[in-house]
């Protein structure tokens, strides 16, 4: 196979991949609307390229903390759809035996060491992480992601300070969404932003346009290269933009139309899909792409509305071995 | 046997561990230098700055990066200091590492060991002398290990750096230059079994940590005037042992809950209360705490030691008991 052909089949393959995190998010919002889905929802329409270009570079046993908004770092870390699906819909065959739901994926086998509900919360864990993957002479890395509104909390100073001191492999992605829930971030962070943070803190760091998988593809695989050889933490600010509201029902009237227009216009499956044409990919086989996504996650979500619940006792259940109360009928 | 101090026998107890568990690692500040209170003495030296390590003072990242850590098969002491820093760490234990095994359902145990030196020493005042045990009590996932003893200290020690399930150690630090014989290898001991201290009829006297000395030295003042108590150390509090609380009670009809933390909401009122469920009130003539009042530790040594326990309060307490 020549380069230009191994080239094609990995854009072919981040084209696929963006366009299931498309299809699963489209679908499970359209569940949560129908009611199907209960508790708060994050999708991440607009951000696929983030999760799919830093992903991709990544190996299954390298670890990845996520944040809120995950489904689409999941899916790319090689987190199987049907189970996310049946999790957020609190099955008994979801990833966490319906106990996590949407913001609490995790999938131990991939390396996906769990989405979280806490802002910045996965940042002290991916380092210790990392310092643990250092001790058993692996040379095996972890990715933290996190949104531009976790730059404000105090892990972020604390994790990146620490992962210098003790030159951990981790890459830390910045996912700038341009928002923190109802608020811009650009409001509430002060000074220069994330980039100029780390660097003041020994992190090398890079902005790069996020709707544009190759870009993320190229920088991702250059940071994880470097981190993967002992250079030491690397920091990837992603700036994206989020096309939906912060939750599933939140419409985001605040913000100008036009605004989200010219995001529409930038769509990064769009964009990557224009290239595609440009080498030579007939437009039905993008179609198909997508086709097949939609068909493989409106299976999920069938599956989902028809799988069991989880038993009463699975409460009670991986509480702890020692001093765990026992289920019983009249609790 | 060996006679050491408590710190000491905490000490020798993580070392025992560490020779034989290269998975264990011990991490927070000054640790490489041996610790604020000398319980990682020399472990640099032995066991290298990967294992031992000394770090900012990020107490959210010490305790995130140890849950990090064992996420990848690590079994990292969290060293706290003094537990009043553990406020600023309370997301990642609280939140994360209480929450992982539950909420992912199962697929992985976080196996940390969190240190907390705890309690009134030498007039620390209200931000380095605190008592909020009950707290993590409350708080499903987690075991709250509460010694009195270098025996004690040192055989729970070893017992939480084997369990899976996230232990939090309070170490009492008024206790730390005690001394006491531990057995050498030491032991394990069990999580949920309480120690009779001292036997009798009279009453049953509960207490754990900081308290312990000085219940002690009560029983030992009331056994002078004839009155023997059932003096129950429960060394953890959770779990706690229920069985051995209830069949005491069952027998004496009397019980005092004894403890240094603050009395409303602590966990004196959570052994009442399933005292009082289990033995009923027919056979339970009376049932008390003798803890804190609901005020912050002041520093002036005589304000101090107004909430302090003392043997006198004590005897005090079990003879209003024997009067109800
Ligand atoms: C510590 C904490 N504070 C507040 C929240 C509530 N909250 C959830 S998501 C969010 C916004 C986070 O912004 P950002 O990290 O930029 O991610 P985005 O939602 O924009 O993708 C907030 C405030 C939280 N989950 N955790």
Sequence with gaps: MSDAGDNLRRLTGLYRMMARIRAFEETALAAHKAGEIPGPLHVSIGQEAVAAGICGNLRIDDRLTSNHRGHGHAIAKGADPRRMMLELFGRAGGYCRGKGGSMHIADFSVGMLGANGVVAGGIPIAVGAAQGLKMQQSDAIVTCMFGDGAVNRGPFLEGLNWAVLYKLPVLFVCEDNGVAAFTRADTVTAGPGVIDRAKALGVAAISIDGNNALAVDDAAQVAVTAVRRGEGPHLLHVRTYRITGHTSTDAAAWRPAEEVEEARARDPIARLGAVLAERGVEPSELGRMIDDARAEMAAARGEANAAAWPEPAVAFEDVQDTGAVAWSKSH | ?324
């Design chain 2, 1 to 324: 046997m060996v006679e050491v101090t408590l710190i000491e026998a905490s000490r020798r107890a993580v070392l025992q561990e560490m020779r034989v568990d290269s998975r264990v690692w011990v991490l927070g500040e000054d640790v490489a230098r041996g610790g604020l209170w000398g319980q990682y003495q020399d472990f640099l030296a032995e066991f290298g700055e990967q294992r031992v390590v000394s770090t900012p003072i990020s107490e959210a990242t010490i305790m995130g990066a140890g849950l990090g850590s064992a996420l990848v098969g690590m079994r990292p002491v969290i060293e706290m200091r003094i537990f009043d820093f553990v406020m600023c760490a309370m997301d990642e234990l609280v939140n994360q590492i209480a929450k992982v095994r539950y909420m992912f359902g199962g697929q992985a145990k976080p196996a940390v060991v969190v240190r907390m030196p705890h309690g009134m020493w030498r007039n620390s005042a209200a931000q380095h002398s605190q008592m909020l045990e009950a707290w993590f009590a409350h708080l499903p996932g987690v075991i709250v290990v509460t010694p009195a003893t270098p025996a004690d200290a040192a055989g729970l020690l070893v017992q939480a750096i084997r369990s899976d399930d996230p232990v939090l150690f309070f170490d009492p630090k008024d206790l730390f230059w005690v001394t006491g014989e531990i057995a050498e290898p030491i032991e394990p001991i069990p999580f949920g079994v309480a120690r009779k201290v001292t036997a009798g009829d009279a009453a049953t006297v509960v207490t754990w940590s900081a308290a312990v000395p000085v219940a002690t030295k009560a029983a030992e003042l009331l056994a002078t005037e004839g009155i023997k108590v059932d003096l129950l150390d429960l060394r953890t509090i959770w779990p706690w042992d229920q069985a051995a609380v209830i069949a005491s009670v069952k027998k004496t009809g009397r019980l005092l809950v004894v403890h240094e933390a603050v009395e409303v909401a602590g966990f004196g009122a959570e052994v009442v209360a399933r005292v009082v469920d289990q033995v009923g009130t027919t056979n339970l003539k009376a049932a008390r705490r003798l803890a804190a009042p609901r005020v912050p530790v002041p520093f002036a040594p005589p304000l101090e030691a107004q909430l302090r326990l003392s043997p006198e309060k004590v005897v005090n307490a079990v003879k209003g008991l024997l009067a109800a």
